[in-house]
């Protein structure tokens, strides 16, 4: 069955860097575009990142362009979040979303606190 498994999360200080892992089975990774999104107490879910399938195109949301680069290994079946700079407003459960087939990982907690 298809399964997205988020890793990497945890507690770090403003400024400091976190790298996520989302590593997926249970369909054709290399033909599926990746997402992250993340949700912060309180708030609706939102898009953070995606990649296409092959990697060769990026979107990202305002709130973190320059600071967060996403990427893939399509031989390893994982997409990744480098988090760099991290401020406070960046504290939400990340959630992996496979647009081929909808499914969401279970996330994992980024806090950015002193």
């Known amino acids: 069955q298809v399964q997205l498994v988020e890793s990497g999360g945890g507690l770090v200080q403003p400024g400091g860097s976190l790298r996520l892992s989302c590593a997926a089975s249970?369909?054709?990774?290399?033909?599926?575009?990746m997402s992250w999104y993340r949700q912060a107490p309180g708030k609706e879910r939102e898009l953070v990142a995606r990649i296409s399938s092959v990697g060769g195109r990026t979107t990202y949301a305002d709130s973190v362009k320059g600071r967060f680069t996403i990427s893939r290994d399509n031989a390893k079946n994982t997409v990744y979040l480098q988090m760099n700079r991290l401020k406070p407003e960046d504290t939400a459960v990340y959630y992996c979303y496979a647009l081929a087939n909808g499914y969401w990982g279970q996330g994992t907690q980024v806090t950015v606190s002193s």
């Open positions: 249970g369909f054709t990774f290399s033909s599926s575009a």
